[in-house]
Every structure is written in C-alpha cells, then in structure tokens.
C-alpha cells in the first residue's frame, strides 16, 4: 500500500480495513474524519508520519484475514450488509448496554456522577441511531439498490424525490459525525472507558461493552462513509450522464 502524506485516512481504511487498528491506536478518527490526510493527521497530533506509515505497513504484513473484501462488494450487498449486520447490532445491543448504564448510576452514581452524563449521552445516541437508520432503511438504501440495479441491468434511473443521492448522503454524514463527537465525549468523561478502582465486574462490563459498541458504530460509519456513499454519487453520476 501506498502510504503518501497527501493521502486521506479513510482511503486507507477503504483499500484495507485492517489499517483500522493502527489508527485506532495512534486515536485517529479514520471514518468521521477520513477525509483528513496523513500530513494533517500527523501534525494535529504530534505523530511521526513515518513511523505511522511503517506500523501500518507492518499490520498489513500480517496474515491477511479470512472473508471479502467488502470494498469490492457491489452496492446492493454493501446496503444489505449494513442493514442486516451494523443496523441489526444497534438494535439489539443498545437496550442491553442501557440497563447496564442505569444499575451503573443506581448503584456508583453518587461516587462517579459522570456515570450520569454517559448515560444520558449513550441514550440520545440510541435514540438518534434508531432515526438514522430508518431514514436509510426507507430512503437512501432502496435508492442505492436501485443504482446497482440500473447499473446491472441497463434500465433507466428514475430520479428519486429527494433528487440527488448526494443530499440524503449529506444529512447520513453529518449524523456520523455527531455521533463519533458523541463516543469522544464519553471517553473523556470515562478516562477512555477505564474501570475505576472501586469499579465493579458490572461496571467493567458495561464498559467494554460501551467499547465495542463503538468498534461497531466506527465500522458502520466507515463502510458508509469511505465505501458506499462514494461509489453511490459517482455511480448516480455516471448512469444519469448515460442516460442524457
């Protein structure tokens, strides 16, 4: 892989999901903010760019995992899996983690009143997911299935209400962007989601789950972000230019 300066993260994670870890490591934000470059990256937070280009280069030197590339994934199978995997996790994962985060506060709450300001923010997280991702489950995902079908089959668009895909993309980005700035929020209330010493197996459970839900939300947010939307407004401009 070619590591340039100028290159944006997300396009790294896009040619290969496991710089992901890497990123994560140095506290890179690779979907949100994938359209920063190396250099800026870098400089923001005092990373040497070569010794990030090498540790990069050295995780893909590891022994590849096993499954698709999901880059290379048409359209429609990319929605689906979205829908199916990522929207499903939110789902059933969200209610789970709130009945931890209120025996957290009943329990430590007078000790760690921040358990309350994380409470309150993974709520309204769930509650605003819940929102975004039935917009995409009724509006943009259809249009993006549509787009692949077209492409697949040679019949005409037909243009949605909404017009472009790029305007129903927009208002997904900036949902994505809230809810990173949200999960950064609550690693600094939580000392990025550490277990105090008084901290119970509860407490500690709760957290890690709060960890990876995160891992989940920054996988979805990328798949979205730096794979489909891209190739969405490109393809919708290629399939209407044709067809002019």
Not at 10 to 24: K, M, N, Q
Not at 102 to 119: A, F, Q, S
Not at 224 to 234: C, D, L, V
Request: proline share 4%; net charge negative; with cysteine.
């Amino acid at each position: 892989m070619n590591i340039t300066p100028d290159r944006t993260v997300g396009s790294i994670v896009a040619e290969d999901y496991r710089a992901a870890a890497v990123f994560t490591k140095y506290g890179i934000d690779f979907c949100c903010k994938g359209g920063r470059s190396v250099r800026e990256v870098c400089e923001s937070g005092n990373i040497d760019q070569g010794r990030l280009a090498e540790d990069i280069t050295a995780e893909l030197a590891r022994e590849a995992k096993s499954g698709d590339d999901m880059g290379q994934w048409p359209l429609d199978k990319l929605a689906d899996h979205v829908e199916t995997v990522h929207h499903r996790y939110v789902e059933e994962r969200g209610p789970i983690i709130r009945q931890y985060l209120d025996k957290l506060c009943l329990v430590h709450g007078d000790r760690h009143p921040e358990l309350h300001e994380v409470n309150r923010e993974f709520t309204e997280c769930t509650g605003q997911m819940a929102m975004h991702m039935k917009k995409e489950e009724l509006i943009l995902f259809p249009f993006v299935r549509n787009l692949a079908k077209s492409n697949a089959t040679g019949e005409p668009l037909r243009t949605p209400r909404f017009g472009s895909v790029q305007n129903p993309v927009a208002a997904m980005m900036e949902d994505h962007a809230d809810e990173g700035e949200r999960f950064v929020r609550m690693r600094k209330l939580t000392n990025d989601f550490t277990t105090p010493a008084d901290g119970c197996t509860t407490y500690n459970t709760a957290f890690n789950l709060l960890k990876e839900f995160e891992t989940d939300l920054h996988l979805h947010i990328h798949l979205e972000n730096n794979i489909m939307f891209p190739r969405a407004i490109e393809l919708e401009k290629r399939l209407t230019h044709a067809g002019q």
